[in-house]
């Protein structure tokens, strides 16, 4: 039942002081997701022991070259490590061309199919979805067509609470339970309330992943209340009007994203390469949401593992 | 009169063993001069203290991704870091249309001009030359259109032995000298031998680069008596048949191409992922050729300082 985010590359625009361009891994009930793929993520991965061939799934924001160069590079190492599976990639109209002339340049012929989702809506909508989960594009405002994305899991089953199970309670019926129904008979007559038998299932966790955006309320109904809430914070508020220039939010704005969103936890990145001290950021978003915490290369934030 | 190679990347295909895919960087009498341009480059040229906008001229020998996935962002962060300066790109045809249609999507506007020089040649010719020196193109053999590149100083100038010359010696026949010539009067009767007032000219330095390819004496001419050799080494000869097959030597082959062109230093690289000690390939090529190296990253090989 792991939810895990491993923030793999931080900075915005060029690497520096130690910082890689965008790029994170969301184990989702052991499932890997890989969201943009800056230059470097192959390296990135490699460093935190990643299984490559263990992403089948991969997200890209946009098409500015911090969030994608690496993903050639990945998908080169992929056919390399001897990959047969499929890999579906969602991402901007552009992506698949990109993608295919560089293939038929190098004459590579891949031995696992890529299956290319071009994302084209101005509306959120489900991309992507499994018997646990789903993902959805969060339409953001950057200078480029670009999405962000939300992941959110399922409701989870209820747990069945074995002290009061009768004996020979059948297998068909503990699937009913778990799923919330009640017990009947032939004839529809409640035999078990389901209350009676079960507990509340586990948590279902969401994640909300923002980059690159100028402040923008109207994401605000989507993301309400999500667990984990990455904004780009590319600036400090004396930077405002830069940031609003090139269509990107400071770390006051993060904040105040977060606290209308009513986010359980915010995390900060996307770090203009001007700040090599980070505290100053953070500061200025805990000053408005307290729960904000500096996205850290390498680090794990886990919401269940 | 620096000539000093610094290998940034050493390994072919995929990064491995901390091990990065090719680039290197040719020092020439202060000139920078980039060869090949794998992931992750940028990064190699920061973690070695190089302006990345003191490189000039770019040389891609083919279109596999592990020769040429970090020029991208290369490219963008010399834009960020605010490039003025013309950037020459020497390298195959498709890598012009690769780099215009990523800077098409990201909608980028670079505030410098890049001069693409496709090559197209099967045989070598001089694509670049300023006042010191020229760079031919070294026609290779891989699974597709593949150059090496041949680094040449021109002939240096004579060297005034100060000892010798005449008072008020004028700085025209200086000059002279310094070319070679003698010194004549109106009538044309020599008034001074070259000789007799110079010293020969300091040592110009050769520099071959030669990844990938497979065992190819036709590149003997062009190479003869080379002062430095790269030749790619991916394999070991006991996996010849693998290297005929994906079109890469050996060591032992690279060897036998170093004793065959006279050259007097041969650098090994773009070694095969399954390798992680190298000693085995630098043995058998030093079986061959003692004066064998192997290229590791971060190493200068200085032939002047």
Redesign the interface.
């Known amino acids: 039942m792991t939810f895990i985010l491993k923030i793999l590359g931080s900075n915005s625009?060029?690497?520096?002081h130690n910082r890689?361009?965008t790029s994170q891994l969301l184990n989702i009930q052991n499932q890997l997701f890989l969201v943009d793929c800056g230059?470097?993520t192959?390296?990135q991965l490699?460093k935190y022991h990643v299984k490559i061939n263990r992403i089948n799934n991969i997200f890209i924001s946009h098409?500015?070259?911090?969030h994608f160069?690496?993903l050639?590079?990945l998908i080169?190492?992929m056919h390399?490590?001897g990959r047969k599976k499929k890999l579906n990639i969602f991402g901007?109209p552009?992506?698949a061309?990109?993608i295919t002339?560089?293939l038929r340049?190098?004459?590579s012929n891949l031995n696992f199919k890529i299956n290319m989702h071009e994302l084209q809506n101005a509306t959120p909508a489900v991309i992507f979805e499994n018997e646990f989960m789903t993902v959805e594009n969060i339409p953001l405002s950057h200078?480029?067509f670009c999405n962000g994305f939300l992941f959110k899991e399922k409701p989870k089953p209820r747990k069945i609470n074995k002290d009061l199970l009768p004996e020979n309670f059948s297998l068909k019926n503990i699937v009913k339970l778990k799923k919330g129904e009640d017990i009947v008979d032939d004839k529809g007559k409640v035999l078990y309330k389901n209350e009676a038998l079960t507990l509340p299932p586990k948590k279902s966790h969401s994640y909300a992943y923002c980059s690159d955006t100028k402040y923008r309320e109207e994401i605000l109904p989507q993301i309400k209340q999500v667990d984990l809430l990455y904004h780009e914070s590319t600036f400090m508020n004396d930077m405002l009007d830069r940031a609003k220039q090139t269509f990107h939010s400071t770390a006051h704005q993060a904040a105040i994203i977060a606290t209308k969103a009513q986010a359980s936890q915010l995390i900060l990145g996307h770090y203009s390469?001007r700040y090599k001290d980070l505290t100053p950021l953070l500061q200025e978003a805990q000053a408005i949401f307290p729960n904000a915490v500096l996205g850290k290369e390498g680090e794990d934030i886990v919401l269940a593992k």
Chains 1, 2 share one sequence.
């Open positions: 625009a060029a690497p520096a890689h361009q230059e470097g192959q390296l490699a098409l500015h070259g911090d160069f690496g050639m590079g080169s190492t390399l490590f901007p552009g992506l061309e990109i002339l560089q340049y190098s004459e200078r480029v390469v």
